[in-house]
């Protein structure tokens, strides 16, 4: 009894809050969708262009959604770069796999510098400490800094750190085999910072279609919490969407009752920005899989 009592109250709480005149809200987030992956795969295009030229837009577009399928078959989606490789010419894989690192780099530095900021401001509301910015301030300036250190002078890092023994023989097999103009680091970065306001938008949006209200600045402070949590903490499909739900419910429980919504809202952004490109990706790896088929055809019937 006690179980259906609880379940009647997600209801009755979603049921106060929701209403269809917030429809606005899960249209100017289904409208961020392709802008987000627009600026995903401009930030690819722009590292795999140091090395192709010919690498245009469209193949950017095509590998990146070839990633989110990969990605979202394998846990922590650490298939994705496997899956941007697939639309790579096999003569570029290995400074391909550089660029990957290289971007993967750049969201760290914006994922974990917003989030460890904004996590200490919602702790600060959680707890109510206001001295608790004396810590974050510093913490997330020191992960700006040492990462911006090795983002902006990665071949030089390498440098280093092959004069390490032990880490010498992983410098060797994945050598970085070309350099980025700094400048050109600097706008990927922006571009890296512009996708997170997006996709963090996103989730505000969406959780105030399903009847969270609350302000902008609190829902931000623990979307951008949420997404911290989830990259420390590895998971698998399916079980990656009940995470994050359960890391925004119990980051939102002293401000909203709402927990259906937020659970709605964070079940959506799963739909609109990982099963949709994953679908359009495994579209996208099938027919350039025919392809290589067909060419591996051609040349043997040639020979």
Not at 78 to 84: D, I, T
Request: charged residues 15%; hydrophobic residues 50%; positive net charge.
């Amino acid at each position: 009894m006690k179980s259906r009592s609880n379940d009647f109250s997600l209801i009755e709480n979603f049921q106060k809050n929701f209403s269809w005149e917030q429809f606005p809200f899960l249209f100017a987030a289904i409208l961020l969708m392709p802008v987000n992956i627009f600026l995903e795969s401009t930030k690819w295009r722009l590292f795999v262009n140091e090395f192709d030229n010919n690498f245009d837009i469209g193949d950017a577009l095509k590998s990146m959604l070839c990633g989110s399928f990969f990605g979202f078959i394998s846990p922590n989606r650490v298939g994705e770069f496997l899956g941007r490789l697939k639309r790579i010419d096999k003569g570029n894989r290995s400074r391909a796999l550089t660029a990957g690192y290289w971007g993967g780099l750049a969201q760290f530095l914006v994922t974990f510098s917003f989030g460890i900021y904004m996590g200490g401001k919602t702790i600060m509301h959680y707890a109510n400490l206001k001295s608790l910015e004396v810590y974050t301030i510093p913490a997330s300036l020191t992960i700006i800094l040492v990462v911006s250190l090795i983002y902006f002078n990665l071949k030089w890092v390498l440098i280093k750190v092959s004069s390490i023994p032990w880490l010498r023989k992983l410098t060797q097999k994945y050598p970085l085999e070309y350099d980025v103009p700094k400048e050109k680091l600097l706008f990927i970065l922006l571009t890296t910072v512009f996708r997170y306001l997006v996709y963090v938008s996103q989730y505000v949006y969406l959780l105030y279609f399903f009847g969270v209200d609350l302000s902008f600045g609190t829902l931000f402070s623990a979307v951008s919490t949420m997404l911290v949590i989830h990259t420390v903490f590895p998971s698998v499909p399916f079980i990656d969407l009940g995470v994050k739900g359960s890391a925004l419910v119990i980051i939102l429980e002293k401000f909203s009752h709402n927990e259906l919504g937020i659970g709605l809202a964070v079940f959506t952004i799963w739909i609109v920005n990982i099963i949709l490109p994953a679908v359009v990706g495994y579209y996208f790896f099938a027919t350039n899989k025919k392809q290589d088929l067909e060419s591996d055809e051609f040349e043997f019937a040639s020979n």
